[in-house]
T-cell receptor, first 111, second 116 residues
Framework: TQLLEQSPQFLSIQEGENLTVYCNSSSVFSSLQWYRQEPGEGPVLLVTVVTGGEVKKLKRLTFQFGDARKDSSLHITAAQPGDTGLYLCAGASGGSYIPTFGRGTSLIVHP | DTAVSQTPKYLVTQMGNDKSIKCEQNLGHDTMYWYKQDSKKFLKIMFSYNNKELIINETVPNRFSPKSPDKAHLNLHINSLELGDSAVYFC???????????????FGPGTRLTVT
């Protein structure tokens, strides 16, 4: 079983602050996805990264895939209350198209 | 238009009962999934269907039986419910799975099952 460890588990910050969420594993992944889940809803895909060292930007969100494809980070600049939610990373490898999910980082951004 | 819908949204029932959760997607996808999210928010795959055929069946009790009458529907029937079955169950769909990179999965809003 490939484990994805996410840190921190919980994060409570003020509007305007920057933050970084981490997703780490001892396994190599062929691809890694980040999802955001809002309370009472299902997860929604934010990004998929497939190349080691790849950096993708989505407005104030910056995603990076580690060079060795074992880890990833999500950086949010100037967080807003609308960023509140559970951030899940999910990795796939070994020819499996079904990603394994991490346990998530719960983010609260206070106005 | 709801892409992936699930019914019911909430389900409260007693131990030993049998219940079903229905899922429908109108995205034209070929692959559908069932996930279980526990109280600690851990999301775990239970089943995956490609074109109505079961392709993944993770280690779940055989009290759980998925049924896909057509590729737009994937229902989950649970027999003899137990306290530990309490969780949020998510249905999802994606394009035909099988490539090296997972396609985007579209999740339903979830069904919160409480077994008392």
């Amino acid at each position: 079983t490939q484990l994805l460890e996410q840190s921190p588990q919980f994060l409570s910050i003020q509007e305007g602050e920057n933050l970084t969420v981490y997703c780490n594993s001892s396994s190599v992944f062929s691809s890694l996805q980040w999802y955001r889940q809002e309370p009472g809803e299902g997860p929604v895909l934010l990004v998929t990264v497939v190349t080691g060292g790849e950096v993708k930007k989505l407005k104030r969100l910056t995603f990076q895939f580690g060079d060795a494809r074992k880890d990833s980070s999500l950086h949010i600049t100037a967080a807003q209350p609308g960023d509140t939610g559970l951030y899940l990373c999910a990795g796939a490898s070994g020819g499996s198209y079904i990603p394994t999910f991490g346990r998530g980082t719960s983010l609260i951004v206070h106005p | 238009d709801t892409a992936v819908s699930q019914t019911p949204k909430y389900l409260v029932t007693q131990m030993g009962n049998d219940k079903s959760i229905k899922c429908e997607q109108n995205l034209g996808h070929d692959t559908m999934y069932w996930y279980k999210q526990d109280s600690k928010k851990f999301l775990k795959i239970m089943f995956s269907y490609n074109n109505k055929e079961l392709i993944i069946n993770e280690t779940v009790p055989n009290r759980f039986s998925p049924k896909s009458p057509d590729k737009a529907h994937l229902n989950l029937h649970i027999n003899s419910l137990e306290l530990g079955d309490s969780a949020v169950y998510f249905c999802a769909s994606s394009q035909l799975a099988g490539g090296a990179v997972p396609y985007e999965q579209y999740f339903g809003p979830g069904t919160r099952l409480t077994v008392t």
